[in-house]
Nanobody, 129 residues
Framework: QVQLVESGGGSVQAGGSLKLSCAISGVTSRGSDCQAWFRQAPGKERERVAVRGTGGPAYADSVKGRFTTSRDDSKNTAYLQMTNLQPEDTATYFC???????????????????????WGQGTQVTVSS
């Protein structure tokens, strides 16, 4: 059973930094994959902020130049480094993965949100002014 577990959220002042981690376990077959970070603030729609995989990495305009996604395959962990955080970055951040279980030509930056088949529980990021 595939599981994604986020950590690293917290409260920071504007201009600060945080690094989120997403530990991925239970993957038994390799194939095409996309891994993304989403966020959702109260009353707002879920927004994809970063995605890795074929065609990536790609970032939302709102975080471009401030957020960086990476992955350590030896630790089966993905990361989201967030710098120069602003109050509008306050949200619950989710790690998500698309793991179809087979290989095919895939373009992760355009993969629809509803195609991601594994999600973490979310971690809260709060930025104060």
């Amino acid at each position: 059973q595939v599981q994604l577990v986020e950590s690293g959220g917290g409260s920071v002042q504007a201009g600060g930094s945080l690094k989120l981690s997403c530990a991925i376990s239970g993957v038994t077959s390799r194939g095409s994959d996309c891994q993304a970070w989403f966020r959702q603030a109260p009353g707002k729609e879920r927004e994809r902020v970063a995605v890795r995989g074929t065609g990536g990495p790609a970032y939302a305009d709102s975080v471009k130049g401030r957020f960086t996604t990476s992955r350590d395959d030896s630790k089966n962990t993905a990361y989201l480094q967030m710098t120069n955080l602003q109050p509008e970055d306050t949200a619950t951040y989710f790690c998500a993965a698309y793991l179809p279980g087979y290989s095919y030509l895939l373009h992760c930056p355009t993969l629809p949100t509803d195609q991601y088949n594994y999600w973490g529980q979310g971690t809260q990021v709060t930025v104060s002014s």
